[in-house]
């Protein structure tokens, strides 16, 4: 019989989401689950039409939710997921005792949207943090600060002037073209 009383924090659908997007990119990423990754994962599952309920903002690294953040803190309490990193200023999450309980709870409305958080999570598996933070951008960027649908130079000028010097235009135009390419930017 499980102990549901080992959950008090991560009880609703956000939650096992989110703790079913972690497990899903440690089973095929071999990549540290840190903090800038799993905003930006999150970031895409919404994309992705996965209801996650959080609200991104650009900010230095790319979008991020507060939300996250707190709902990262609630699985760590409730032991859903776990904190490896033994640096407190970084953070390297896998999956916790009680993660396959939550997940098992959640079960039903999980299994809509598995594909799409497991889809998710390979297509992103090989990026480091900084690889994250520009697509993302470049896909925040598309998505949200344009009326209509904004041509390729737009959104690559309005990254570049946000991220230069950290980003060459360069690579701003590559990672561009490989996110329209793998049918990312609509």
Same mark, same amino acid.
């Given at each position: 019989?499980?102990?549901? $009383? %080992?959950? #008090? /924090? ?6 096992? !989401? ?5 497990? =899903? ?39 991020? $939710? %507060?939300? #996250? /953040? ?6 760590? !309490? ?5 904190? =490896? ?39 992103? $598996? ?61």
């Amino acid at each position: 019989m499980p102990d549901w $009383s %080992q959950i #008090v /924090f991560s009880m609703d659908l956000a939650h096992a !989401l989110v703790a079913y997007l972690i497990r =899903e990119y440690k089973r095929v990423s071999r990549k540290k689950l840190g903090r800038t990754i799993l905003q930006k994962l999150c970031y895409f599952a919404k994309a992705a039409g996965v209801p996650i309920p959080f609200r991104f903002d650009i900010y230095h690294y790319g979008p991020f $939710s %507060q939300e #996250v /953040f707190e709902t990262v803190d609630d699985l760590i !309490l409730d032991g859903v997921i776990a904190d =490896e990193s033994p640096d407190r200023s970084q953070s390297s999450y896998t999956t916790g005792v009680n993660c396959d309980l939550l997940l098992r709870t959640f079960q039903g409305e999980l299994d809509s949207y598995k594909r799409q958080l497991e889809n998710v999570a390979e297509t992103f $598996s090989l990026l480091d943090p900084s690889s994250m933070e520009l697509v993302s951008t470049i896909h925040y960027i598309h998505a949200s600060w344009f009326t209509g649908v904004p041509r390729k130079e737009e959104v690559v000028n309005a990254v570049w002037e946000i991220k230069r010097p950290k980003f060459e235009r360069e690579l701003v135009d590559k990672a561009y073209d490989v996110l329209a390419t793998a049918g990312l930017l609509r």
